[in-house]
């Protein structure tokens, strides 16, 4: 059986690697949170896109003014591929990636609630092991008084 310091190490080594994995999921979290964002912004824009006048990024912050005289979409699908769909085709296919990075986020959330746990579990372990670590120390120091 291992000794207390050896299993007090590996609880240690055990809730660094769980603060490191939580670290991971709050960033993969917050990125994927910052592309629903986008996303919602992208569906707007094309939910709001007609024939009339519009202003048109040109790059570095300046903007023209213009008339947009198609209204099919180019969605990016991967791999600097783009699709060209149909306004209402690129609206569908803007709200279903969405929901996924929606349900991406709570899976995220699942995750992270699963981590906390066992980061709280491991905490309490070695609080209690410290503990017994300490009142151990205390009745050695006791015993030695008696007998000096």
């Known amino acids: 059986m291992a000794s207390a310091e050896e299993m007090q190490m590996q609880l240690g080594y055990e809730l660094a690697v769980y603060r ?5 999921i ?3 979290t917050e990125r ?3 592309t629903t964002i986008d996303l919602a912004n992208a569906l707007r824009t094309v939910e709001n896109l007609s024939a009339e006048s519009a202003l048109i990024p040109i790059g570095g912050g300046a903007m023209v003014r213009g008339t947009i ?3 099919r979409i180019l969605i990016p699908i991967g791999a600097e591929y783009m699709l060209e769909m149909e306004k209402g085709d690129a609206e569908n296919e ?6 996924a990075t929606k349900k991406a986020v709570e899976k995220l959330n699942e995750e992270f609630n699963r981590i906390a746990s ?4 491991i905490a309490g372990q070695i609080q209690q092991m410290q503990t017994q670590t300490q009142l151990s120390d205390k009745v050695e120091g006791n015993i030695r008084e008696d007998y000096i």
Do not use: D, H
């Open 20 to 24: 490191e994995q939580v670290a991971m």
């Open 69 to 71: 005289a198609q209204t």
């Open 94 to 99: 803007l709200r279903r990636r969405i929901e």
């Open 26 to 28: 709050k960033r993969e």
């Open 32 to 34: 994927v949170s910052l």
């Open 118 to 121: 066992k980061l709280r579990e």
